[in-house]
């Protein structure tokens, strides 16, 4: 795993638009994705996560169409999810501009999806969204946006799609997501620990020091957040200087 954290803002995408009443001073509340993810990129983000909320496929020219204007723009990675069904999904969202695609429902459903993927596109393309919640002593993978329970345990789902070639991990806690109270500290680090590839934490971020948790107790590669970044509550830059000041390695980027 790398040395240094890394820090992901998250943009919704709706019809091509950024949703959840994004507001930076001189932009537009719902959000143009270029403009948002270079904004973010000045302040520093390592990478810019793309998720497509609406998930049509009516929708997803609309969304690649985004991914274009926004790859001209941007040198750091740019991961595209939400609605990424199939083989074709995935070469297409990558031939738009996106350095790597996530996929979740697909790859429960069809796990040789995530080999047939990295043979052609390479691993470190393949992100495997895994949605998780808490059952007994474990977790519950669930796919359709965290409305569908699989039965599939999320520790051995994690290591198997691993072995089958998917190069990151997006885990998000469903207990946590939009809560605003935390990460799940527990089933990251239980995450981190079972594979080999790194961990991205996402859900529950509600301030700064719920990022320095899930990177140093959480053991996290990364920290997805989004409302923290969105409602101008903080800055990229602002959460790398406390991350240092703690001593959690971090890149220093643009606008640092």
């Known amino acids: 795993m790398g040395l240094t954290k890394r820090i992901i803002p998250c943009l919704d995408v ?7 009443g994004v507001c930076f001073r001189n932009l ?16 520093g983000a390592d990478e810019i996560v793309f ?33 990424i069904r199939s083989f074709k999904d995935v070469q297409l969202t990558l031939k738009a501009g996106a350095d790597k695609t996530s996929i979740n429902t697909a790859a429960v459903e069809d796990p040789q999806l995530i080999k047939k993927c990295a043979d052609a596109f390479g691993s470190q393309c393949i992100v495997l969204a895994l949605d998780a919640k808490r059952k007994g002593d474990g977790w519950e993978v669930y796919t359709v946006s965290g409305t569908r329970p699989t039965g599939r345990d999320a520790i051995e789902w994690s290591k198997e799609a691993c072995e089958r070639g998917a190069g990151e991990i997006l885990l998000t806690s469903i207990d946590a997501d939009g809560t605003k109270a935390g990460y799940d500290i527990d089933l990251t680090r239980t995450v981190v620990r079972s594979v080999n590839v790194p961990v991205i934490a996402s859900g529950g971020c509600g301030t700064i020091e719920h990022i320095v948790e899930v990177l140093t107790k ?15 509550e903080h800055t990229v830059a602002d ?18």
């Not at 537009?28 to 302040?43: F, I």
């Not at 996290?220 to 957040?225: C, G, K, P, R």
């Not at 959460?239 to 640092?256: N, T």
């Open 14 to 20: 709706k019809d091509g638009a950024v949703v959840k």
């Open 28 to 43: 537009q509340c719902v959000g143009d994705p270029p403009a948002l993810a270079v904004e973010y990129q000045r302040q």
């Open 51 to 83: 998720l497509d909320v609406k998930a049509t496929v009516a929708g997803a020219e609309t969304l690649r169409a985004a991914v274009r204007r926004t790859a001209e723009q941007l040198f750091v990675p740019l991961t595209v999810g939400g609605g």
């Open 218 to 232: 959480g053991e996290a590669d990364a920290a997805l957040a989004a409302s923290i970044f969105h409602y101008g």
């Open 239 to 256: 959460v790398k200087r406390a991350l240092e000041a703690k001593g959690v390695p971090v890149r220093k980027e643009v606008g640092m």
